[in-house]
């Protein structure tokens, strides 16, 4: 009897928080519809709430904002929006702060998440993945001598929380691991684990204690 009722929780408690995330990610993007006149929502013209419709509209919305900020015109709109923005006090550094970090991480010219590394945190012989999200800038540079670039250290099993750090690149070792299986393994602590591949390269703790002396 427990034997089955384990079974039971393993098929259908990842089913149930799939489907209350997909829930909780439609019903939010479903706010989109407020922004309708009353008039014009689902409830007032079909006499019903219709599940997803916002959903449509906001993905709708976010291509054709796409689609206009590409040519010469939306260019300068959003320019003048930004120009307008930035002439708020509070509003300026909030906007500010939000636009580098979705810049950093939805560029495809950028780096941040792209590269998934081992290092040894909280202590040493102690190793978990980080993720590489760019070099350190500002007056920190004067103050780090050599190589070092910047590691958001995530915790498990929420990866939304965790560490900055700025270690030296050659304390760190790339994984031939992309982002998706990277963190698929740091959510479920370790359970899931991405497909082995033997490679020559091994770690020499030697080497290590050598660029940590």
Do not use: C
């Not at 079974?7 to 990610?25: E, H």
């Not at 590489?132 to 915790?155: A, E, F, K, W």
């Amino acid at each position: 009897m427990r034997k089955y009722f384990i079974t039971g929780l393993l098929v259908l408690v990842p089913l149930a928080i799939t489907v209350w995330v997909v829930n909780l990610i439609i019903g939010t993007m479903d706010q989109s519809l407020l922004l309708l006149p009353e008039k014009w929502r689902p409830a007032a013209l079909f006499g019903f709430s219709v599940p997803g419709l916002g959903t449509l509209l906001t993905l709708l919305v976010i291509l054709v904002t796409g689609l206009a900020t590409h040519n010469f015109v939306g260019k300068q709109v959003v320019l003048v929006w930004e120009m307008l923005v930035k002439r708020i006090p509070v509003v300026s550094s909030i906007y500010n702060s939000v636009k580098q970090v979705s810049d950093t991480l939805f560029s495809s010219s950028g780096n941040a998440f792209r590269k998934a590394v081992l290092v040894q945190y909280p202590r040493q012989n102690s190793w978990t993945i980080a993720f590489m999200t760019g070099v350190p800038g500002g007056d920190v540079r004067n103050h780090l001598h050599g190589d070092y670039i910047s590691l958001y250290v995530p915790t498990t099993p929420n990866p939304t929380s965790g560490f900055f750090l700025m270690v030296l690149r050659s304390d760190t070792i790339e994984l031939d691991m992309n982002v998706d299986e990277a963190l698929k393994y740091i959510v479920s602590m370790g359970v899931v684990s991405p497909e082995f591949f033997e490679k020559t390269h091994i770690i020499d703790p030697a080497k290590s204690e050598t660029n940590e002396g």
